[in-house]
């Protein structure tokens, strides 16, 4: 009898472990979306330079840099989530990049910076352009 009950008691917490991965299941999938794209076509780059240690800036006004860089050109996909784009060879940005970092170009006309920051040796951008410097001296 004992035996009925433990396993009636591990029938019903298998159950409500089930019932548990299918809510949060169910709930992670409402905020996911697929994301494609065909060879060829033209994506921003979504760069977070404020997050990325790689892009940071002695300033504190990164928050205030262009979010997307490009249009860029699809050169290869890369298993099920990864594309390689075709950058300049200033960038500094690895070629190859999640999905997530991508966003497909809508339309003919783009208003968005191309250039990607540079960087110096220090992994810090250049602050200060020449025009500033000349007058100071």
Known sequence: ME??????QQVLQQDNLTLAQNRMKQEADQHLSERSFHIGNGVFLRLQSYKQISLKQAKKDNKLLPKYYGPYKLLQKIGTMAYKLELSASSQVHTVLHVSCLKKVIGDKLL???ILPELVEERNNILE???VIKSRT
Do not use: N, R, S
């Open 3 to 8: 035996d009925h009950i433990k396993h009636q």
């Open 129 to 131: 352009p020449e025009v």
């Open 112 to 114: 968005v910076q191309t």
